[in-house]
């Protein structure tokens, strides 16, 4: 069986800039032959919403997932109002859905757009695409139940900005990220990040494409994968 999220659909609200109705998701499950596809969990309209990164299943057989908008309603200093986004999970039989981490707009970070990723340490670590107050996005750890939830480490512009993408882990053990933007020319970074500590090093920096402006980057929004050599592999675009 397979599980996954839908960025639309489910329940409406209205927009309130166009007026427009518009679904804010849900959790849906599929045999692999494309039979039985059947809606687990419709996302609320006051919850978390417009989930864009797949759902993990933990050791806990428990599925989790992150959404970017929903949670904490926050207005910044320069008087933008926002939703900073939450961590939840569920069963596989739809019961006991439930928020486990819901993002502060204070001194927190904010808006996952990339998935979880259950590391061998068996804590949750993710990253999200702003943080407060340098808003250039963070790294966050976490137990299974929510408990023990920190911030790791809160990138800078010039070490990588918004990571928008799935952390993972390789086979040395470490996680690796990408950024979308910072790092030279602004055209984002790939990282490598000890569990125990902020990251280690930056693995390399993004060059615009050829013939290309310095100051349009291509975004890196795709996981970084490990192939079998033990190389990491991603696609900028």
Request: hydrophobic share 30%; with cysteine.
């Amino acid at each position: 069986m397979l599980y996954g999220t839908t960025q639309f659909g489910g329940n409406q609200y209205t927009e309130p800039f166009t007026g427009q109705k518009v679904g804010v998701g849900v959790v849906f499950k599929i045999n692999k032959n494309g039979t039985s596809q059947s809606v687990l969990a419709k996302f609320s309209t006051s919850g978390p919403r417009h989930c864009v990164a797949p759902l993990i299943e933990a050791a806990n057989g428990m599925l989790y997932g992150s959404t970017p908008e929903g949670g904490t309603t926050y207005t910044d200093e320069f008087g933008t109002t926002f939703t900073t986004g939450v961590v939840f999970r569920m069963n596989k039989n739809s019961s006991s859905f439930s928020i486990v981490r819901q993002f502060l707009g204070v001194n927190d970070a904010q808006n996952p757009t990339g998935g979880l990723v259950e590391s061998s340490d068996g804590y949750l670590y993710g990253a999200t695409e702003y943080d407060h107050p340098q808003y250039a996005g963070a790294v966050f750890r976490m137990a299974l139940d929510g408990t023990g939830y920190s911030v790791l480490f809160r990138f800078s512009g010039t070490n990588g900005q918004s990571p928008a993408a799935t952390l993972i882990e390789a086979s040395d053990g470490h996680l690796y990220g990408t950024t979308g933007l910072g790092g030279r020319a602004d055209a984002g970074t790939v990282f490598q990040f000890d569990q125990a500590r902020p990251p280690r090093r930056w693995c390399a920096t993004s060059a615009p494409a050829a013939g290309s402006r310095p100051n349009r980057p291509r975004r890196c929004s795709r996981p970084a994968t490990a192939g079998c050599t033990g190389e990491l592999r991603g696609r900028a675009g």
